[in-house]
């Protein structure tokens, strides 16, 4: 059994967006294993880019990608304890919060999102990678 503890110390405000409280400032979790997923991106099965354009689209299918990828070890989205965020776009990114709150799990994780210039094509407008704690075999 995994003991995971959300923390908001005083002095450090709540941010709310669109009425989402959007993150833990800080997360306990112990026992557990560590699962590292590398930033992922709005590819297909077949490596082909989704959503062209559209960020609610890509959001949607970059959380579809790490679902996959987490339940290949036997973990979920509500196992994540991190997340970072790469967007070329920081506004784009936050209009459409509520894409991210629907498909990126309802738990309360840290959270980085930062605007960069460009991603690895210039198709892409968003990168997660995430931590996530499972239960040890």
């Known amino acids: 059994m995994i003991e ?3 923390v908001f110390p005083p002095g450090l405000p709540k941010r709310i967006v669109q009425g989402h409280l959007l993150y833990a400032p800080v997360v306990t979790v112990v026992p557990g294993r560590l699962v590292f997923v590398s930033g992922i991106l709005s590819r297909n ?4 880019i989704v959503g062209k354009g559209d960020m609610a689209a890509q959001i949607r299918q970059v959380f579809e990608n790490i679902k996959t990828a987490l339940a290949a070890v036997g973990a979920s989205m509500a ?3 991190k997340r970072q965020v790469f967007t070329t776009d920081i506004d784009a990114y936050f209009k459409h919060i509520d894409v ?3 498909h990126g799990g309802d738990n309360l994780s840290t959270s980085t999102a930062v605007e ?3 991603l690895s094509h210039p198709d892409f407008l968003i990168e997660i990678e995430v931590v996530a704690v499972i239960a040890e075999k």
């Open 45 to 48: 099965s077949a490596g082909e």
């Open 100 to 102: 991210h709150m629907a």
């Open 79 to 81: 196992d994540i304890v």
């Open 116 to 118: 960069v210039r460009r």
């Open 4 to 6: 995971r503890e959300n």
